[in-house]
C-alpha cells in the first residue's frame, strides 16, 4: 500500500495528486465525529438514563436497609439483603415457580410453534384464514389476556372452558384456585399468548430455507420425520435458539397476566419471583431487600441470555 | 455552466431548524402537554357579587381566593361519590380560581403511585383519596402535614362554618395519628350483610343475630343444583382479605398485638376466627371464591347466585337498580352478626385527604381549600341529596346530621331501615382497631392475606397459616 492511500485518496492520475502530507489531526469540533455524537446523544442519553441508570441505582439500592414503613430504620447494610434472602423461604419458593413456568412455558411455545408452522407451511385452502386466527392471541395485552382467561374462561361452571370441561364429564374445576391447577392454568394462558410470536418466527425461517437442501432431502430421507429431524430442524436451528432467548427472557420478567389471573396466588402457587419482587417493594414498601431480590432477578435474565448468545455464537463458528 | 443555485438543506440548518422547533414547542404550552393532564378547569374571572351557587361556601367569612392562580392535582378512585364531586369542579374554580386536575386511578394503583410520589417528594399530586390505614405510614415519614395549623388559622378556616364535630369522630380518628388530624374525610361506608329476604322468608330464617345464627342460614340456603349458593364472606383474591377477615378476626376477641408489642395473630380467638371463616366459605360459597374481588361479589349477589354476602354500604345502590339488578325488591341489609366475643364489628372505612407535605406554600392553601371544599356540608348536600336523584345518589356523607335528615335518607332508601342500618354500624360496629394502626401495615396486611389465601386454598391450615403470618410479622416489627 502506497503511504498516500487512504481516505482521501480518491485514485486519480499521479501527477494530480497533492504531495503527502503528515496528517494533522482535525478539530474535534469540525470532525464528522462531533456530528456523529451530536447526532447520537440524544438516543444514547436517553438508553442510558431510562435503561442502565435505573438498574445501577437497583443494585446499589440493595445495599441498603430501605424500609419506607420504617424511615429511621434505614441505613448502610452491605451484603445484609443477600444474605437474607437465601433464608427466605418465599424467594426460593419463588424461584422453583419461575423455573417451571419459564421452562415449560418456552419449551411448550416452540414444539407447538414449531408444529403448527410445519402444519401452515404447506399449501392448503384456507390457510391464510387459519394462519390470521392463530395469531390473534399476541395482539392483546397481557393484561387483559389474563383477566380474559380468569373470567371468560376459566371461571368455574361458567367458563368456557370450564363448562366445556363440566359437559364432557370430566368436572368443575377451581383452575386459578386450586394450588394443584393454578401454576399449570398460568402456564397454559402464557402458552396460549405467546406461541403465536415463535410460530412467526419458525413460518418465516421455513420460507427462506434454501430449497436444495429439502429438495434432496426429499429424494434421500425415507419418512418425513427423517426429513424434519436431519434436514428441517438444523437448519432451523438459529430461529429456534433465538425464539428460545426472546422467550425466556420475556417469561422471566412476566408480570401482567399472572398478575390479571392470580396476582401469585393461591398463596404463593403462582408468584413468579417478578411478582414477589413487586409485592415486596411495592406493597410492603421494602425497597432495599426488593432492590436486591430485583438484582438476582437481573443477574439471572443476564446470566441466560449470555448462555444462549454464547451457544449461538458457538452455533454460528 | 453554472446552473441556478439550489439551497440545499445543510447540516447546519437542519441542526438549527430542530433547535428552533424544539424553542418554538417549549415556549407555546409543550409543558401543559407533558403533563397529561385528564381535564383542567380554566380559572373563571373573579365575580364581583356573589354567585348564588358559591353562597353557601361565601359564609365561612375566609377569603377562598388567596391561593387563586394555583393549580393542583388530585388523585382519586373510580367511583360514583368521586364522579359526582368532579362536575362540581368547575364551581370549586369559579370559588377559588384554583385550578385542578383530576386523575382517576384503581385503588391499589393509586396507592402504589401516592407512595412512589410522597416517598420521592416530587408533589406532583397535592392530595390523594386516602383510606384511614395509610396515616400511621405518611405521617411517621411526615409525607402529609398535620392540619391544626390550617384549622387554628382564622384566615384560612372557619371552624364553625366547617363543623367537623358534625364529622363521625371515627372517620377523623380514622385520619389522624398519635392525636394529630392527617386527613378530612369525604366518603365512607360500613360493611353490611346483604341478604336475600325473599329466601329468608320463604325458609322462615331470622336476620343472623351471631355467627352460628349466619352458618346455619348458609346451610339452609345452600342450593348449588340450582346455582344458589348459601353465603360469601365478599373479596378474597390474596390481599383483598385484609378487608372482610378482620371483622371476623376482631368480632372473635382477636387482638394484633399483645401488651409487649408483639404479633398475637395466631392466638386461640384467632385460629378459630380464621377456622370459621374458611368453613364458611369452603362450605357454602361458589367455587372459586378465592380468586374473588368485590366486583365478582357483588355480581353473584345481584344476579341472584348468592343467599348472602358482605359488602360495602357503598354498593346498595348497584343491588336496587333495577337495570343491573335481578334482586330489586328481594333484598336486605342488616349489621354484622355478633361474634363469639359478643360485639359486632364493621370496617373503618372512607376516603380523606390529606395535604402533601412537598409542595409549595401556596400549592398547600389551595389544597387546603379544595379539601374543605370538599368535606364541607353544603358539598355532601350538593353531591348526595342535592343531585339528580335515587340512581345517582351518593350513600356515605361525611355528616351525622345529613344521616337524620329526611330529605337525604330518602335519596338512599335502596333497602329497607339502609339509612338506619349504616348509621348505626358506623355509629356502633366501627373499631378504630379493626386493622392494626401501624405504619408496617402495608407489609403486616401482604403477609396475612397471602397465608389467609393459603388457608382458603387449603396449602396450610388455619394454625399453620397464622403461626407463618405471626412469625413473619414478628420479624416486620423487630425490623423495625
Known sequence: MRPTEGLWDRGGPETARPVAQPRRPASFLSSEGLFAWLMISPGLALMVGLGTLPLVLLVGLSFFRINLTNPAGNRWAGVENYIRLLADGQFWNSMRVTAIYTVSGVALQVVIGMALALFLFRVFVGRNLVRTLVILPLILAPLVAGMLWRTLLLTPRFGILDYVSYSLGLGSHEWLTSSRLALLSVIVIHVWQWTPFAFLVFLASLHALPVEPLEAARLDCRSWWQELWYVILPLMLPAIVIVAILRTIAALNAFAQ?????????????????????????????????????????????????LFFRFRMRMAQ | MKGKRIDRPSRRKFLGAGAAGIGVAITSGLPGLLRGQSKVYAAAPAAKVVDPELADFEKAGIDWKQASGEHITVMVI??????????????????????VTWQVIPPVQMREKHVLDLSTKTGQFATVSTDPQYYPLYAVNKWVDDLAPY???????????????????????????????????????????????????????????????????????????????????GYHIRLINMYIWPSVFRAYGGEWFDKAGNPTVNNKQSIEATTYYVDFLTKYAPPGVANWNWPESLDAFVNARLAQTFMGSATVPVAANPAKSKVVGNFGVARWPKGPAGKRVTSLWNWSFPINAAISPKAKRATWMFIQWMASKPMQIQTSYGYRGKEESRSGVNRMSMWNDERYRKTVAFAAGFADTVLTSIREDTDLHWRPRVPQWPELANILGIQLHRALAKQATPKEALDEANAKIAELMKQG
Do not use: C
Open chain 1, 258 to 306: 399472572i398478575y390479571a389471573a392470580t396476582e401469585g396466588g393461591p398463596g404463593t402457587a403462582t408468584q413468579i419471583l417478578n411478582l414477589y419482587i413487586h409485592n415486596t417493594a411495592f406493597v410492603g414498601l421494602s425497597i432495599g431487600y426488593g432492590s436486591a431480590l430485583g438484582a438476582v432477578q437481573l443477574l439471572i435474565t443476564v446470566g441466560v441470555a449470555l
Open chain 2, 151 to 233: 384549622l387554628d388559622d382564622p384566615k384560612l378556616t372557619n371552624k364553625e362554618w366547617l363543623d367537623l364535630k358534625d364529622v363521625f369522630p371515627l372517620w377523623l380518628e380514622g385520619a389522624s395519628h398519635e392525636g394529630k388530624l392527617y386527613g378530612l374525610p369525604y366518603d365512607g361506608e360500613a360493611t353490611l350483610l346483604l341478604y336475600r329476604s325473599d329466601l329468608y322468608k320463604a325458609k322462615n330464617i331470622a336476620v343472623p343475630q351471631t355467627f352460628d345464627d349466619l352458618m346455619e342460614a348458609a346451610r339452609k340456603l345452600h342450593d348449588p343444583a340450582n346455582n344458589l349458593y348459601g353465603g360469601n364472606f
Open chain 2, 78 to 99: 373510580p367511583s360514583l361519590f368521586f364522579r359526582v364531586a368532579q362536575e362540581f369542579s368547575p364551581q370549586f374554580t369559579k370559588l377559588t380560581g384554583v385550578n
